[in-house]
């Protein structure tokens, strides 16, 4: 990529040596926060291992400054593996006929939610693929029924693309949250990973919808897409930064066998992590997941994400018998037997990072005053 002509006097000199202070971890957040898109895709490629050690001391000063050492959790409930939609990257697309499809009543969530509030669990995570059997009403009464039967916990919902009116209704019902990655901020890519009837556009404004529905707001991407350059990603900075979502989700891609590709090189560890950093600096008060994805992808992905600004874990609560079905990509972690143990593995995991586990709702430290 060609180097912009003013550049050299514009990366600032805090990412040269080691940043020690929250006053100089602020002043690089500023800083950053002002970056064009030739200015962050420079250094998202060209990042030194001296810049990136930088941003990871900057991010985890900010990170500690807002929310301490704590970790929160999120109980994942992967709730219906069927989907009407087809993305190329994804094991659980409408095309693949391997998939064993599973979908879970309403009795069955319920049970997963009873069990994680035994666990400790104040915040639920309702995922699944876009599924015609959960259209919004039923979705509605589902969400209604875990709001009566444990008021203190969040509720955080994860269904794709649906109407304006239907995230009012799931919002009325009293789902908090909402979680809608972008993928990608650039249409000519995003368009290499999806069929046509699947735009960028319309993700845009399913996003924009939910936020004026006053959910907070999760958005983000995947690192490593094949195609993806690292002007694709500085769009997806610049874009994040308009959007300003409460919650950011990334993690790198991983090829799944059944897709179209299947045969693409996985996202970097590297990458992913320099990317996490970034977010931590131009969103110091965000909530970033140190995902599942980056977990499966080295075996100390997620202390290391946790380590480069990430703050949220979202452990699986779905049965056991469904979760290896749940395989959006392959060698997912946390799916065989050894996941009934994931508490206690995760709690030591964050430990021995350093960190401690926080078990309340965990809403981004400026809700209060950013709610509409
Ligand atoms: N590798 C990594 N992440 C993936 N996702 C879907 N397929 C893959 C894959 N092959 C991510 C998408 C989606 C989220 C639920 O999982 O970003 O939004
Ligand atoms: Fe289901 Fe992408 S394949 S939303």
Not at 169 to 195: I, K, M, N
Not at 253 to 270: M, N
Request: a positive charge; aromatic letters at 8%; hydrophobic letters at 35%.
């Amino acid at each position: 990529m060609r180097r912009p002509e003013t550049l050299s006097l514009q990366v600032p000199a805090a990412l040269r040596q080691p940043v020690t202070s929250l006053e100089e971890a602020e002043s690089l957040s500023q800083q950053l926060r002002r970056f064009n898109r030739p200015q962050l895709a420079w250094l998202i490629e060209q990042a030194t291992p001296e810049a990136e050690a930088a941003l990871r001391q900057a991010a985890g000063l900010l990170r500690e400054h807002y929310y301490g050492r704590k970790v929160y959790l999120r109980g994942l409930i992967e709730f219906s593996n069927v989907c009407q939609n087809d993305c190329f990257y994804c094991g659980i697309r409408r095309s693949n006929p391997s998939v064993r499809r599973y979908r879970l009543s309403e009795a069955q969530i319920l049970d997963c939610c009873r069990q994680g509030y035994a666990l400790g669990y104040r915040t639920f995570v309702l995922q699944s693929g876009e599924d015609p059997a959960y259209p919004a009403p039923r979705l509605a009464r589902l969400v209604t029924e875990i709001r009566r039967r444990y008021p203190a916990a969040a509720l955080t919902l994860s269904v794709g693309e649906l109407s304006a009116a239907d995230y009012r209704l799931l919002r009325q019902a009293g789902a908090d949250r909402y979680l809608l990655r972008h993928e990608t901020a650039d249409a000519g890519h995003y368009a290499s990973l999806h069929p046509a009837d699947q735009t960028l556009q319309r993700r845009l404004s399913c996003l924009r919808e939910l936020r004026a529905a006053g959910f907070q707001v999760g958005s983000g991407f995947m690192v490593g897409t094949p195609g993806q350059t690292a002007d694709c990603l500085a769009q997806d900075l610049l874009f994040l930064q308009e959007l300003q979502p409460q919650m950011i989700g990334i993690g790198p891609f991983i090829p799944q066998h059944d897709t179209p590709l299947s045969q693409a090189e996985p996202g970097r560890l590297r990458q992913t992590l320099l990317m996490l950093s970034l977010l931590r600096l131009l969103f110091p008060k965000a909530l970033l997941p140190a995902t599942t994805a980056v977990g499966t992808l080295h075996p100390l992905g997620r202390e290391l994400a946790l380590s480069a600004g990430a703050n949220v874990l979202m452990p699986n609560l779905s049965p056991q018998e469904y979760r290896k079905d749940y395989a959006l990509y392959d060698n997912k972690i946390c799916t065989g037997d050894e996941a009934a143990e994931c508490r206690a593995c995760l709690q030591k995991r964050v430990e021995s990072a350093g960190f401690t586990i926080d078990t309340s709702r965990g809403d981004p430290v400026d809700w209060e005053e950013t709610k509409l």
